[in-house]
């Protein structure tokens, strides 16, 4: 837990599937791709969520094609594109076809007018540090909307990234617990298990800045996505910090069958990444780990984010 949720402090890291067959067809697919009339096209990997899509020409992101890609992101919540190899170029054009990228807040810390992307690199001395489930920045006021990971380096087994479907996890819900939910709120923090990693890797005044300026945040246990206007129990892992209003043990039982609720694999969708595939996912409606079964075997992944709405995150 403590060591995923640093991650996405410090160091990230994410997504994989198992499937897959086949770069010489995508090397015909690209080679043909020079015409501007193609139309990407989604395949349903998943149950719920989790796209393979294919007919992207990344240097020639016209608006048409983006405002399709989003269409996508919307439907599937997860879309993986296989063997495009982005330069940071790239895969910078392709996080503006959605919006603004963001910056970490530690990024901004060390500088107000820092980069956007976060390289997450394992090692024998850098172990993986995602493997627990969480959705990203739920306390920060202006939570991301989109995560994009570029497959750099992959292991020969494992490190996959696993997704779960939060309109599934409020779906599953028996209509009593769902109207239950609708009527709780839950108090999010960043909480020790960022912090003490962030005082060990950036230091005292690093952590301090982060405890200071994002105090705890409320959110309602149920959201309706801004964009599709569908349902979400929304799950942040460790950054749950307590229902409002409960008393302690009330609220301990409640985050506790939450936590547990998540781990049916019935709204789960896996990718094993190859090198050079990119993902993206939509963070408002999904929770995500990175398993670590590929320690200690090199991975290397580099990430950027796409900004979202103030609007949605606080009540
Ligand atoms: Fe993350």
New binding site residues.
Partial sequence: MEKGIA??INR?S?PHHYSHNDSHHHSTMTATMTATTATPTATRIGTTIGAVVEGVDFDNLTPEVAEHLNELVLEHAVLIFEGVHASEDQQERFARCFGEPYIYPLTRYANPDGDIWTEFIDTPDSPPE?DVW?T?LTWVPDQPKFGILSAEEVPETGGDTMWADLYAAYDSLSPVMQEICENLNVMHQIGRNVLDPVERNAGFAAAAFLRDNYPEIKHPLVRTHPETGRKVLLLAGGFMKCVEGMHPEESDLVLKYLRNHINDPNFHFGWRWKKGDLGIWDERCTN?RGLANHYPQYRKMRRCTVRGSKQFSGI
């Fill in positions: 991650i996405d990230h994410d995602a969480h990203d995500h």
